[in-house]
């Protein structure tokens, strides 16, 4: 059973910036990406990165976000900055595609 949690969020004003990690247990996926599902709306990917450190970014948060990973830590970090109100929502860690097995994800919430 694969393991995913999450940490790193918080409450921020609007601009500030957060440091998301996501620590995994057994092996270690090909792709992986940190999703969010803001109140009320979809669950959506947010960013990505392959084992190759390739990355993908939702337009949304291109520029501002930065995704990373540490293969020895089995670790994953999203560098959140120039935070905005609509980037508050739930923040998950998975694969792509996703797992059916999803950790409690992380509480991110930006007020204006």
């Known amino acids: 059973q694969v393991q995913l949690v999450e940490s790193g969020g918080g409450l921020v004003q609007a601009g500030g910036s957060l440091r998301l990690s996501c620590t995994t247990s057994?092996?270690?996926?090909?792709?992986m990406g940190w999703y969010r599902q803001a109140p009320g709306k979809q669950r959506e990917l947010v960013a990505s990165?392959?084992?190759?450190?390739?990355?993908t970014y939702t337009d949304s948060v291109r520029g501002r976000f930065t995704i990373s990973r540490d293969r020895a830590k089995r670790t994953v970090y999203l560098q959140m900055n120039s935070l905005k109100s609509e980037d508050t929502g739930v923040y998950y860690c998975?694969?792509?595609?996703?797992?059916?097995?999803w950790g409690k994800g992380t509480l991110v919430t930006v007020s204006s």
């Open positions: 990165i392959s084992s190759g450190l390739s990355t």
């Open positions: 998975n694969r792509l595609p996703p797992g059916d097995f």
């Open positions: 057994g092996s270690i996926f090909s792709i």
